[in-house]
């Protein structure tokens, strides 16, 4: 890993620093974070931080390297981007002058930076995590999990929550790196994990939700969808919501019953955004909706189009999307009315963070741009009227929510429990070590600590657990699930 550090040339340079910054547009400042994908762990979309009064325009622009798949995060003025040529950067909120640091890992970077206890955790293409410390971009520690991580990391104070493309989902230590548990799963894991109320909660291609205890990874449940989940879940007062590709909306209890289902007539490929008693999805098509989260009727619904669209997230009361035309959208939360639009020159694929009175998007072509509002008059824009329908939210055809098992059928192909010592490996000899502290300007090869080789020990044979129609739920693949604790060397 190599990297530069403008926090700690301008610390070592003392009166310098100060010349050195004159001259530079003053940022906004202030308390307000947005530590990771989605505002926090439990991928709600809801922040308590102040949105810039339309209309909005450009206050600040940087560009790095490689695309930019990734949603900004935004901590004590600072904003942390990563890139698909491997680039980690921290960059000053005014998104003026050179970075504050910059570093390259191993790998393109498709994962959302999480930050939390004065680090940066991320996944990458290499199959590491990786932890940076937000000072300088030093490692503090990076884990070989044998998987690429395409997902943005979920931190949740001592843990950090990831999934994998080889449909492997990782617990591991924030402080270190090492594995506390790992879960297998009969499909890929594209999106964060969310973690709320002590457990942690995977959606998976093969159509299942699958709900762990977070501490140690003990199986709380399994819930059978009616298709693909491509988005992340979100947690909200004792519930779990998850969209899937066959266009369904469904709303889960702690111990994996349903609550309801709701079509939202397309593929739900964006998370829900969940807080205030409302649930927003978004459609492929672009229709979006929002919903009670307690029997899912809908409040209102619009018909924006032109998907496909980021995951929406909601402060002041306002629902921010991102398109892929560059188009940044406002919908007021009480009516779907629209408050603003704001049109980029690129495409927007990662959902924004807003901090201070200010809305930060990565566009893909690879820049940051901070927008604040302007005096400016904005250009007259035709839009649609929001329409209001029928409650269209039904449940089972019981007219209750289904009773689902909490521990599958023992006869059911796929699941399988395994354990093994905290001394035998998550998966190749040596490649499946953390490596830490790396030491600054070196070549990132870090520490040498690896998990010792072993063989899984079978313990068991398969113990454990919209506008009109409802999707039919069908069991779509059964996961298979595995736990290894995993020693790792700092």
Same mark, same amino acid.
Do not use: K
């Given at each position: ?5 403008? %926090? ?5 340079? /003392? ?27 439990? &991928?709600?979309?809801? @922040? ?124 591991? !230590?924030? !402080? ?7 879960? #297998? ?25 699958? =709900? ?6 003990? %199986? ?21 919501? #998850? ?24 593929? #739900? ?22 919903? *009670? ?11 924006? /189009? ?48 807003? =901090? ?6 990565? #566009? ?47 006869? !059911? ?23 830490? &502290? ?24 398969? *113990? ?9 739920? @069908? ?8 736990? %290894? ?6």
């Amino acid at each position: 890993m190599t990297y530069f550090s403008r %926090r700690t040339v301008l610390a070592s340079l /003392g009166s310098l620093a100060a010349a050195g910054a004159a001259g530079r547009v003053a940022g906004q400042s202030g308390t307000e974070q947005w530590r990771q994908f989605c505002a926090d762990a439990a &991928n709600t979309g809801f @922040a308590d931080v102040t949105l810039p009064e339309p209309p909005v325009a450009p206050a600040g622009e940087t560009t790095l390297d490689g695309e930019i798949r990734t949603a900004p995060a935004v901590v004590d003025d600072t904003v942390y981007v990563a890139d698909t040529a491997g680039t980690v950067a921290a960059l000053s909120t005014d998104l003026e002058g050179d970075p504050e640091w910059s570093v390259e890992v191993g790998g393109a970077v498709h994962s959302s930076p999480a930050v939390a206890n004065d680090r940066v955790f991320l996944g990458a293409d290499d199959s590491y995590v990786y932890a940076l410390s937000t000072a300088d971009g030093s490692r503090d520690w990076r884990r070989n999990v044998n998987d690429p991580v395409r997902a943005p990391v979920t931190v949740d104070g001592a843990r950090v929550v990831a999934g994998g493309t080889n449909a492997i989902g990782y617990s591991l !230590s924030s !402080s270190g790196g090492s594995q506390v548990w790992r879960r #297998v799963t009969s499909g890929e894991i594209l999106a964060a994990p969310a973690v709320a109320g002590g457990i942690v909660y995977f959606g998976s291609t093969d159509g299942v939700l699958y =709900a762990q205890e977070a501490g140690g990874g003990g %199986r709380e449940f399994r819930f059978e969808t009616d298709g693909e989940i491509g988005a992340a879940p979100a947690a909200f007062e004792g519930a779990v919501y #998850v969209g899937t590709r066959a266009g369904s909306l469904v709303s889960v209890t702690r111990s994996g019953d349903e609550r309801w289902q709701y079509d939202a007539g397309a593929a #739900v490929t964006a998370s829900p955004a969940t807080g205030q008693s409302r649930a927003v999805v978004v459609s492929e098509r672009g229709t979006v909706a929002a919903l *009670s989260t307690g029997a899912g009727i809908e409040q209102w619904r619009r018909e924006l /189009g032109g998907g496909p669209y980021t995951d929406p997230v909601v402060v002041d009361g306002t629902v921010l999307l991102g398109r892929a035309d560059g188009t940044l959208v406002g919908l007021v939360l009480a009516d779907g009315s629209e408050r603003f639009r704001y049109t980029v020159d690129g495409s927007l694929v990662a959902p924004p963070a807003v =901090a201070n009175g200010r809305i930060y998007v990565a #566009v893909a072509d690879g820049r940051v741009v901070a927008l604040e509002h302007t005096d400016e008059a904005p250009t007259p824009t035709a839009t649609a009227t929001p329409t209001r329908s029928p409650p269209t939210t039904r449940t089972p055809e019981s007219g209750t929510a289904t009773d689902r098992p909490e521990t599958d059928d023992p006869g !059911s192909p796929g699941m399988r429990t395994e354990t093994t010592d905290a001394n035998d490996s998550a998966g190749t000899t040596a490649a499946n070590g953390d490596e830490g &502290n790396g030491e600054a300007g070196g070549d990132g090869s870090g520490g040498d600590g690896s998990d010792d080789a072993g063989t899984p020990t079978d313990t068991s044979s398969g *113990s454990g657990p919209g506008f009109g129609v409802v999707g039919a739920l @069908a069991g779509l693949g059964v996961g298979a699930w595995r736990l %290894r604790d995993g020693d790792s060397e700092e």
